[in-house]
């Protein structure tokens, strides 16, 4: 044989051998809505964990990208690198991620395979990012609130005594933190030192609060003496944000005991109270 005709035959065979050899399968990825993961037109709230999954096939596989971003700023990444699956088939792998969005509006999730010969696949979708209703109110307030109502007091070898108490003011301090549900928040409220917890309700632009046996002493004249009453209120509250301001308004109702020298007696109050707490910002856990 000829080598002109010899080395036509080996191209002609190496050309036959390339046409046999195996192209490899480009993969493909899809949502995953198992196991609690999001899927298309979602709803979270802001701040809150959820998870996200894709499904990949093909062939040595290298890595799945996850992407959430918004109006193609990116909020945050993660990426599943899958070194095991380099010389193996994979038909499916399950990529899962938990993700915290801190933001509100729609969200795009995009999912990302790539195999060792450099081929890729992606699938997006968008879910919707809503703030948490209880959001607005987080942070801690100061301010001072007034009292209007009428005060009775009773002791032991004094006449009784009825006063209308006007603006009669104190300080207050209310820390607002999240509930365990998004229109929920927890209420500190603190009044000279002295504090007490409830869980308020959410409203629209107002908390709804209710606290009982909220411990509270103050100095007032009565019969020409100075007391310092000991007692317990009981306040039913609405609080309204207005700007960086929480405005309270609501009722309230006491009990406790007065002593004056060696006398004791009892003393009730009953009235309203309101006043405006500035936003002194978040409050730091």
Same mark, same amino acid.
């Given at each position: 044989?000829?080598?002109?005709?010899?080395?036509?035959?080996?191209?002609?065979?190496?050309?036959?051998?390339?046409?046999?050899?195996?192209?490899?399968?480009?993969? *493909?990825?899809?949502?995953?809505?198992?196991?609690?993961?999001?899927? @298309?037109?979602?709803?979270?709230?802001?701040?809150?964990?959820?998870?996200?999954?894709?499904?990949?096939?093909?062939?040595?596989?290298?890595?799945?990208?996850?992407?959430?971003?918004?109006?193609?700023?990116?909020?945050?990444?993660?990426?599943?690198?899958?070194?095991?699956?380099?010389?193996?088939?994979?038909?499916?792998?399950?990529?899962?991620?938990?993700?915290?969005?801190?933001?509100?509006?729609?969200?795009?999730?995009?999912?990302?395979?790539?195999?060792?010969?450099?081929?890729?696949?992606?699938?997006?979708? @968008?879910?919707?990012?809503?703030?948490?209703?209880?959001?607005?109110?987080?942070?801690?307030?100061?301010?001072?609130?007034?009292?209007?109502?009428?005060?009775?007091?009773?002791?032991?070898?004094?006449?009784?005594?009825?006063?209308?108490?006007?603006?009669?003011?104190?300080?207050?301090?209310?820390?607002?933190?999240?509930?365990?549900?998004?229109?929920?928040?927890?209420?500190?409220?603190?009044?000279?030192?002295?504090?007490?917890?409830?869980?308020?309700?959410?409203?629209?632009?107002?908390?709804?609060?209710?606290?009982?046996?909220?411990?509270?002493?103050?100095?007032?004249?009565?019969?020409?003496?100075?007391?310092?009453?000991?007692?317990?209120?009981?306040?039913?509250?609405?609080? *309204?944000?207005?700007?960086?301001?929480?405005?309270?308004?609501?009722?309230?109702?006491?009990?406790?005991?007065?002593?004056?020298?060696?006398a004791t007696g009892t003393i009730?109050?009953?009235?309203?109270?309101?006043?405006?707490?500035?936003n002194l910002g978040l409050i730091?856990?």
């Amino acid at each position: 044989m000829k080598k002109s005709t010899f080395f036509l035959a080996c191209c002609i065979g190496l050309m036959l051998f390339a046409s046999c050899k195996k192209d490899p399968i480009p993969p *493909t990825i899809n949502i995953f809505d198992g196991e609690g993961c999001v899927t @298309e037109n979602a709803q979270v709230y802001s701040g809150d964990e959820f998870v996200v999954g894709f499904t990949a096939t093909g062939e040595s596989l290298a890595k799945i990208d996850i992407t959430l971003s918004q109006n193609g700023t990116v909020l945050v990444t993660y990426t599943d690198d899958l070194n095991s699956q380099k010389d193996e088939p994979v038909a499916p792998y399950v990529c899962k991620h938990n993700f915290v969005v801190r933001t509100s509006g729609t969200v795009t999730i995009t999912g990302t395979v790539i195999d060792y010969a450099g081929q890729t696949a992606s699938k997006s979708f @968008e879910i919707l990012c809503n703030e948490k209703p209880c959001a607005i109110f987080l942070g801690e307030y100061q301010g001072n609130v007034l009292f209007n109502g009428t005060m009775e007091a009773s002791v032991a070898g004094m006449d009784p005594v009825q006063q209308e108490v006007t603006d009669n003011e104190t300080p207050v301090i209310l820390s607002i933190t999240e509930g365990e549900t998004v229109d929920e928040v927890v209420v500190v409220f603190n009044v000279n030192g002295q504090e007490s917890t409830v869980t308020g309700t959410v409203e629209g632009d107002k908390v709804i609060i209710a606290l009982t046996d909220v411990p509270y002493s103050f100095n007032y004249q009565m019969n020409g003496f100075s007391i310092s009453p000991t007692m317990v209120m009981n306040l039913n509250l609405t609080a *309204t944000l207005v700007d960086d301001q929480l405005v309270l308004d609501g009722t309230c109702h006491g009990d406790g005991e007065v002593n004056v020298f060696f006398a004791t007696g009892t003393i009730t109050i009953d009235g309203t109270i309101g006043g405006r707490l500035t936003n002194l910002g978040l409050i730091q856990k």
